[in-house]
């Protein structure tokens, strides 16, 4: 009897070690984006299974131009630009690849991308590289009036309004940068600016 118990023990152990290979578990927590097989499938070795990704870990790869690559420090906190998005995001570098593609001449670099509401895997991004610094006048879109070839803001001076010829430069975000016409510190009309004319009296609210 006892002989048949340690037989019958060892057959259970086998069964639990079989049974051992039907479970896969993933190492995190996630979502499936793909299925690569089906019910019925024969699941060999090497063969995947599903696609797993866990949305809190997203990263962004991007090939730097390596003229610019010095620049990108490890743990660095760099500006991400995403269409569909509102707004930039922070990634921080988390891998910067130790050679340069010899064809495209660029680098590598991961970063960590923060948990965010409508990002998703596979979208295109843009990573803004600090290159140097200047300075520059920018105002809200909403004071610059086109009227005709001409664009135009009025600037308060006495509760009056003024209207300026400007040159504009870059779109960043809601804000317009002026390149001609205006100084710094000089206020300027920011709401119902179209409709204003030369010398017209405001009132700043």
């Not at 984006?33 to 599903?50: E, N, R, S």
């Not at 420090?73 to 130790?98: C, F, H, M, N, Y």
């Not at 504009?168 to 409709?195: C, F, K, N, P």
């Amino acid at each position: 009897a006892d002989s048949r118990y340690r037989v019958a023990k060892a057959a259970v152990a086998e069964a639990q070690a079989m049974m051992g290979y039907v479970e896969i578990l993933a190492p995190f927590d996630g979502v499936v984006t793909k299925k690569w097989a089906d019910v019925g499938d024969l699941a060999t070795p090497g063969k995947p299974l599903i696609g797993l990704e866990d949305p809190s870990m997203l990263q962004l790869e991007a090939d730097v131009p390596d003229a610019i690559a010095s620049r990108i420090q490890q743990d660095a906190r760099l500006a991400i630009r995403i269409d569909s998005l509102k707004g930039e995001l922070a990634g921080t570098v988390r891998e910067i690849a130790p050679t340069a593609d010899p064809a495209s001449r660029t680098l590598r670099v991961k970063l960590d991308l923060p948990q965010t509401a409508g990002l998703r895997s596979g979208q295109f991004a843009r990573l803004v590289v600090p290159v140097g610094e200047s300075s520059s006048v920018r105002v809200p879109t909403s004071a610059v009036v086109l009227r005709g070839q001409l664009e135009i803001l009025f600037v308060v001076t006495n509760q009056r309004a003024q209207l300026h010829l400007v040159k504009t430069g870059r779109t960043i975000g809601d804000e317009v940068e002026i390149l001609a016409g205006l100084a710094s510190g000089e206020s300027v009309v920011v709401g119902g600016a179209a409709l204003l004319t030369d010398g017209q009296p405001v009132e700043a609210k």
